[in-house]
């Protein structure tokens, strides 16, 4: 995300500067100001995207290494009682 700002930066001074010299007009240095920005917020919501999805990801593989071996979510396990036990009392 550094790199982007730096890089709009960088591509924003050449325009204004290229509009100070006469190379091209206020008009076109607008419009090229507007697309460079455009691009970079453009990049930027990709980069937050896979950064979240990432993140996402990360979450659930911890939660998947925490749980209990074959513990999947939905399954039932009944534990029957050794025999002989239900009837005796204590």
């Not at 100070?20 to 970079?40: F, K, P, V």
């Not at 896979?50 to 513990?71: C, F, T, V, Y």
């Amino acid at each position: 995300m550094t790199a982007i700002a730096e890089r709009v930066s960088a591509e924003l001074a050449s325009i204004s500067q290229a509009a100070r010299l006469g190379h091209i007009t206020r008009d076109q240095a607008e419009y090229l100001t507007q697309e460079r920005y455009q691009l970079a917020a453009m990049q930027y919501q990709v980069l937050a995207t896979l950064h979240d999805s990432l993140a996402h990801e990360m979450i659930q593989a911890s939660a998947r290494s925490h749980a209990p071996p074959g513990n999947n979510a939905g399954t039932i396990v009944v534990v029957q009682p050794p025999l002989g036990i239900e009837g005796k009392s204590r």
